[in-house]
Antibody, heavy 124, light 109 residues
Framework: QVQLVQSGAELKKPGASVKVSCKASGYTFSAHYMYWVRQAPGQGLEWMGWINPYNGGTNYAQKFQGRVTMTRDTSISTAYMELSRLTSDDTAVYYC?????????????????WGKGTTVTVSS | DIQMTQSPSSLSASVGDRVTITCQASQDISNYLNWYQQKPGKAPKILIYDASNLETGVPSRFSGSGSGTDFTFTISSLQPEDIATYYCQQYNNLPLLFTFGPGTKVDIK
């Protein structure tokens, strides 16, 4: 079955970077965009950006530009999200989510499969 | 940037009640509007895409409508397992980007 398995919880100090992984299985990894969404404790969902696993193309939410980098390794069907210059405001659960739209052939976009989330805690 | 608002921010209803949540966009987004359900401690789940299309496997008591700037999400008969927070999400195609609404928390009275 289609599955996204994320890396484990992270504890980081302010100013550090964190890299979260998302391993896909059960489908053609390169055929579906991958999104990253985060959720601070008790707060709503915040879209961070996407990566096209086919060619590595990315688009980041303006809020995170300059601080986030999304990459992928197609040989192991894994997407990565690295966030730098962490502050306590970055404490959140980080989710990866797949776009249902295979090869972007349709106009419709939505996130049909989600990872279970990775908790990132930033604390001195 | 397009801003999304949802109302109410929370509601409490009885089992069997009809529940309605509204979502408003700051500008015309056509029908580029999705609805997700998130239960505590879990990842979100897609329910409705493109304003009114029910995702495969989602119970028919969930429905959505609207276009332009005003959208509605309805649970026709609230069930105990529907306790969750519901988010609307708009998207642009060029460039592809998304914005979530602030969410509506639904409880059983």
């Amino acid at each position: 079955q289609v599955q996204l398995v994320q890396s484990g919880a992270e504890l980081k100090k302010p100013g550090a970077s964190v890299k979260v992984s998302c391993k896909a299985s059960g489908y053609t990894f390169s055929a579906h965009y991958m999104y990253w969404v985060r959720q601070a404790p008790g707060q709503g969902l915040e879209w961070m950006g996407w990566i096209n696993p086919y060619n590595g193309g990315t688009n980041y939410a303006q809020k995170f530009q300059g601080r986030v980098t999304m990459t992928r390794d197609t040989s192991i069907s894994t997407a990565y999200m690295e966030l730098s210059r962490l502050t306590s405001d970055d404490t959140a659960v980080y989710y990866c989510a797949r776009d249902w739209n295979e090869r972007q052939l349709a106009d419709c976009q939505y996130m049909d499969v989600w990872g279970k989330g990775t908790t990132v805690t930033v604390s001195s | 940037d397009i801003q999304m608002t949802q109302s109410p921010s929370s509601l409490s209803a009885s089992v069997g009640d009809r529940v309605t949540i509204t979502c408003q966009a700051s500008q015309d987004i056509s029908n580029y509007l999705n609805w997700y359900q998130q239960k505590p401690g879990k990842a979100p789940k897609i329910l409705i895409y493109d304003a009114s299309n029910l995702e495969t496997g989602v119970p028919s008591r969930f429905s959505g409508s609207g276009s332009g700037t005003d959208f509605t999400f309805t649970i026709s008969s609230l069930q105990p397992e529907d306790i969750a927070t519901y988010y609307c999400q708009q998207y642009n195609n060029l460039p592809l980007l998304f914005t979530f609404g602030p969410g509506t928390k639904v409880d059983i009275k």
